[in-house]
């Protein structure tokens, strides 16, 4: 969220912001409500003083006087009762406006419309070259019995999957060793519940806007988050953190739940894209500083490229052009892996940082070392998600004879195997 103060001394800047990131806003109502807002509340301190240096006046006055003086203040009264409930209306229309103000993009973001105008900035890795007719991801696990579709689409509903055998313990190995790496890196690691409040979707920015994306439990006044970046960045929420305790680093675990609302017929068959999903969540909060966000970032970033170099997955890293990056960021990156069915790199991991458009939502604060308070930054970047991530995994390590290579580093969390499969 922007401060209003920001929006009305800088307007042509959030203008811009929208223009770019092509978010319709309407910022002449966003202002129309701010004036009226600003004299009612004049309006209101103006009666209560009036009200005040009145209610004085009446125990001097003489009995005579005094039904008049009462009858008066009793007037200013009901003038203030009747400006208060729409005084408090504008103020919860004006939040709910604010709440989809876009972030000021960084400069050094491309400018551009959607995914395609995305900038790749870094390629890793050799793609496969099979002296084989290589499988897809689907044709992999059914050969495997590694995974099963059609009858627990009957059960659970589209973009439905049960993982079986070996492959429930390879998602187990993946994010055991991203926790693992999180943790050797001073993560503190937090499994979260994917319950969620709604003010804890609104923290982060998937509310108002991305309302048909969220799963709502109507009973309990609950929702499924998408992400534990969700239940993360309520934590603290209201919190004035002192800054020694900076940065706060978690690796958070969860089941991930979406709607996918908008995506019909698109990744329909095998990994790609369900409705519930694991994944391992990288989410900072740091000091109100840009250069130590852009720190951050390039940490979260490169830990998740560890993570995919270890899995041994061929990958690009692209810059998320403003049109692409989302209401509230700052700058993004994604890493995306290679999947040879596609002939493609798909995306596996978003990295972005948000300065304190977040915080601003949830009220997350620190005292700095010169006493002032100020709102803290944020960032956050997926560890590992599956199974998403097994689909260019199964992929890329597919042998001829049907079975998976397991890369170096991940031997050791499925008992020393070299292969996965018969
Ligand atoms: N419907 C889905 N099915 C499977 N995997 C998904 C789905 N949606 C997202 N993911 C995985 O989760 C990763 C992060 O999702 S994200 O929306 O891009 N970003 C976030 O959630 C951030 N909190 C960073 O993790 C994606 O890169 C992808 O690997």
């Not at 999180?182 to 804890?200: C, D, M, N, W, Y």
């Not at 108002?208 to 988050?225: A, F, M, W």
């Not at 999947?339 to 978003?350: A, D, G, L, W």
């Amino acid at each position: 969220m922007l401060d209003i103060k920001f929006i009305r001394e800088n307007l042509d800047t959030v203008k811009n912001a929208a223009k770019v990131k092509n978010i319709d806003f309407n910022f002449d109502l966003l202002l129309d409500l701010d004036r009226d807002i600003t004299e009612l509340k004049g309006k209101v301190q103006e009666l209560q003083e009036k009200r005040n240096s009145h209610s004085k006046k009446i125990p001097k006055a003489s009995a005579e006087e005094r039904p008049a003086l009462i009858e008066e203040g009793r007037a200013i009264g009901t003038e203030l009762d009747a400006i208060k409930p729409s005084l408090t209306e504008k103020e919860l229309e004006l939040r709910n406006l604010l709440l989809q103000a876009p972030m000021i993009p960084s400069p050094d973001a491309p400018i551009g419309n959607d995914e395609n105008d995305n900038v790749e900035v870094k390629k890793h890795g050799e793609l496969p070259q099979f002296n084989f007719k290589p499988l897809d991801h689907v044709e992999i696990l059914e050969k495997q019995n590694w995974a099963e579709f059609e009858k627990i689409a009957a059960v659970s509903g589209s973009r439905s999957y049960s993982l079986r055998n070996d492959m429930v313990l390879l998602e187990m190995a993946m994010h055991r060793y991203a926790l693992e790496k999180l943790q050797s890196k001073g993560f503190t690691l937090v499994s979260t519940p994917s319950l969620a409040r709604e003010e804890a979707l609104v923290g982060t920015g998937h509310f108002p806007t991305g309302r048909d994306q969220v799963y709502y439990l109507p009973e309990d006044d609950l929702y499924l988050s998408g992400t534990a970046e969700v239940q993360l960045n309520s934590l603290h929420s209201k919190d004035i953190l002192s800054e020694d305790k900076l940065p706060i680093l978690y690796a958070g675990y969860s089941p991930c739940f979406r709607r996918e609302a908008g995506s019909y017929g698109r990744d329909v068959r095998g990994l790609i894209r369900v409705h519930q999903f694991m994944k391992v969540e990288q989410y900072v909060i740091c000091k109100n500083s840009p250069e130590e966000s852009n720190k951050w970032h390039k940490i979260l970033l490169e830990t998740s490229e560890e993570i995919v170099q270890d899995f041994e997955l061929p990958y690009r890293i692209v810059e998320c052009c403003t049109g692409d990056m989302g209401t509230g960021k700052v700058r993004m990156y994604d890493i995306e892996c290679w999947v040879p069915s596609e002939q493609k790199y798909r995306e596996t991991h978003s990295c972005s940082q948000l300065h304190d458009w977040q915080s601003r939502r949830t009220n997350t604060r620190y005292r700095d070392n010169d006493g002032k308070v100020q709102f803290v930054h944020t960032l956050n970047n997926t560890a590992v998600a599956t199974p998403r991530t097994l689909v260019p995994f199964l992929e890329c390590h597919q042998q001829e004879d049907g079975r998976v290579r397991i890369p170096e580093k991940l031997r050791p969390y499925l008992g020393g195997a070299e292969f996965l499969g018969k």
